[in-house]
């Protein structure tokens, strides 16, 4: 088959903070979005990305060393709505380097105060025999948007999934929240940075030697076209890297003493990355969020007319992908327990008669997204 061929996506990239009610809210929502992944073939060259992870985002990868054990946590969106795993931090585990992946499961975080709000934002570090869990929470659920009670917590762990509540804020600014928190385990060190608010406002930083308790240093600075929303990794030479977002995804060194380097763009289009570098001569694989899932015909919200959309929607027999070529080509449809559908196509018209009823996220035999549907009556 003919590979499919689609022009660029927009990108929405959305903190997973909080879920608003409103109509709007509900089609930006983070659930509109997949979490995807590439493989680094070259220096800051990666394959085609491809669909890590349906309705999920605030990915976070990190490899036990000299092993090939992976594990990556994502805040996880399975339907259907408020159920134990709506809105939940979840993890999922390679034991080859990131060529397999387990199906998710949701975390368990014991000890966690009653009436704190649910863990959100992940991020996990590997230090001696423990994993340690870092997330955004608060003693109370924000009323109206996130405030200054929203902090950096953390939880201890072995297996990834089973974590025991550290008390304590790792890092707590008075005035505002703290969300998106980016941790790193280097040199007997620890340093965390988090996003102070608009891209141009850069990000805190601070370091500590426990991993507990964290000494503010200063600000890191930043311009309106990079966003630290992302996550620090350790390279093949030892250097810790933090990877955000911006117009393209890009790395930056770490200098040392609270100093980074130059912005480097690695050419990818998404949101909130997280990079592991998977061992001598291996590359590095990365995860990301990637574009907003397009469901409705005529939104006005659309800001590249060159969106690919599924039309109609829902579908009932068939249905076309706007912006791509009219060549044969073989669609894949995933449904939300990750089954796969492969459906015939005779210029850019794709049968779904076969499929069963559902929600499913369409991509190409080559693994690039297109989009999602409901199939209905």
């Given at each position: 088959m003919k590979k499919l061929l689609c022009n660029a996506f927009s990108i929405s990239v959305v903190t997973l903070a909080i879920a608003a009610s409103s109509a709007s809210s509900q089609e930006n929502g983070p659930w509109n979005s997949?979490?995807?992944?590439?493989?680094?073939?070259?220096?800051?060259?990666?394959?085609?990305?491809?669909?890590?992870?349906?309705?999920?985002?605030?990915?976070?990868?990190?490899?036990?060393?000299?092993?090939?054990?992976?594990y990556c946590v994502f805040q996880w969106f399975r339907e259907p709505r408020n159920t134990a795993t709506w809105d939940r931090?979840?993890?999922?585990?390679?034991?080859?380097?990131?060529?397999?992946?387990?199906?998710p499961v949701p975390?368990?975080?014991?000890?966690?105060?009653?009436?704190?709000?649910?863990?959100?934002?992940?991020?996990i570090v590997f230090f001696k025999d423990s994993i340690r869990l870092y997330f955004s929470s608060s003693v109370r659920m924000p009323m109206g948007g996130l405030d200054s009670l929203v902090n950096t917590y953390s939880a201890v762990g072995v297996d990834g999934i089973n974590y025991r509540f550290e008390p304590g804020a790792r890092f707590d600014e008075p005035t505002r929240p703290v969300i998106d928190p980016a941790v790193v385990y280097a040199n007997n060190s620890w340093l965390l940075t988090a996003?102070?608010?608009?891209?141009?406002?850069?990000?805190?930083?601070?370091t500590s030697s426990d991993g507990l308790n964290f000494t503010r240093i200063a600000?890191?600075?930043?311009?309106?076209?990079?966003?630290?929303?992302?996550?620090?990794?350790?390279?093949?030479?030892g250097t810790v890297r933090f990877y955000g977002s911006g117009q393209t995804l890009w790395r930056n060194p770490y200098n040392g003493f609270g100093s980074w380097g130059q912005f480097v763009s690695i050419?990818?289009?998404?949101?909130?990355?997280?990079?592991?570098?998977?061992?001598?001569?291996?590359?590095?694989?990365?995860?990301?969020?990637?574009p907003r899932y397009v469901t409705l015909v005529g939104n006005t919200d659309l800001h590249d007319e060159q969106q690919s959309i599924i039309t109609p929607n829902p579908v009932i027999d068939v249905f076309t992908i706007t912006h791509c070529t009219n060549a044969i080509v073989s669609v894949s449809c995933v449904d939300i327990l990750g089954r796969v559908f492969e459906l015939p196509s005779h210029n850019g018209v794709v049968s779904a008669r076969a499929l069963p009823d559902g929600m499913y996220v369409?991509?190409?035999a080559a693994g690039e997204y297109l989009g999602r549907f409901v199939k209905a009556l």
């Open positions: 997949p979490l995807m992944w590439a493989e680094e073939i070259s220096r800051d060259v990666f394959t085609t990305p491809q669909i890590f992870q349906d309705s999920s985002g605030v990915p976070c990868v990190a490899r036990k060393s000299d092993t090939d054990t992976m931090v979840a993890t999922k585990m390679s034991s080859d380097g990131g060529a397999t992946w387990t199906e975390i368990v975080v014991d000890g966690l105060p009653a009436g704190w709000q649910r863990p959100f934002d992940p991020t996003p102070i608010g608009a891209p141009q406002e850069g990000a805190y930083q601070a600000d890191i600075p930043s311009d309106n076209a990079h966003n630290w929303t992302g996550n620090m990794m350790i390279d093949e030479e050419g990818i289009r998404g949101g909130d990355p997280s990079a592991v570098a998977r061992g001598p001569g291996k590359g590095r694989w990365i995860v990301f969020v990637g369409v991509r190409t």
